[in-house]
Structure formats: C-alpha cells, structure tokens
C-alpha cells in the first residue's frame, strides 16, 4: 500500500485530495505547510507526496530542495507538484528542485488514479 503525504495550505483543496485518495488504495496524510512536510518525511517514510507549489512561509519548491537533503537518497519519496497555474519557469524551479511531475488543481480524480497506478507497479 502506498504511503502518500499531502501538504496543502488550503483547508478545502485539502479536503478534496484526501477525499479522492480514501477511494484509492492508499495510505494518506496530511499537512499544511512545508515545515510539517519536514518534520512528516523524518517520521515515517512516504512514497509520494504531494506538495502545493504555493504554500507560505515555506513554499513547495524549497520544501522539496530541503525534503532531498535532509533524507537519504534511499529514502527519497517521489515528489508531484500541485499547482493552479504552472509557468514554463514554475516548472523548471520545480524540476530543478527534484520534483517528478505535475497534477493542476482543480485535480481530476483520473490523472490522480493514473499517477497511482504508474506507482504501484
């Protein structure tokens, strides 16, 4: 069973991802911001999280840098960015960082399964 993180700031869109993902076989917590992804990652491995891009105080781009050096390599999770709108240099930032892919909010049920799936073989 997938373990998977959620960190997102907003309460609704959080809401919503977590009720996509209770249909899906899967493991799921949630966050709120980058520094509760921190501490998350040192607590429990995750094989994927998905991290909001715009979170405050502690965006998902650095998030994400500090996820890779504060873990092991081996210990690494698949990060996917959650975004609204993602600029040709958002997403460049987000590769840079180590970021595998991307779900564009408002997130399809569909692109979320098919992540999944790819993930579980």
């Known amino acids: 069973m997938l373990q998977i993180l959620v960190a997102e700031d907003n309460a609704l869109n959080r ?5 996509m993902l209770s249909g899906l076989e899967c493991s799921v917590t ?4 980058g520094r509760q992804v921190l501490e998350a990652v040192q607590q429990q491995h995750y094989d994927l999280v998905l991290m909001d891009v715009r979170m405050p105080d502690l965006d998902g781009i650095t998030t994400t840098r500090q996820v890779f050096q504060l873990l092991p390599a081996a210990e690494w999770p698949t990060i996917y960015a959650v975004t609204a709108g993602v600029s040709d240099e958002e997403r460049r930032e987000c590769i840079d960082a180590g970021m595998t892919g991307f779900l564009n909010k408002p997130v399809q049920l569909a692109e979320l399964s098919a992540l999944l799936a790819t993930m579980q073989t």
């Open 30 to 33: 949630a966050v709120e911001n």
């Open 15 to 19: 809401k919503v991802l977590l009720r």
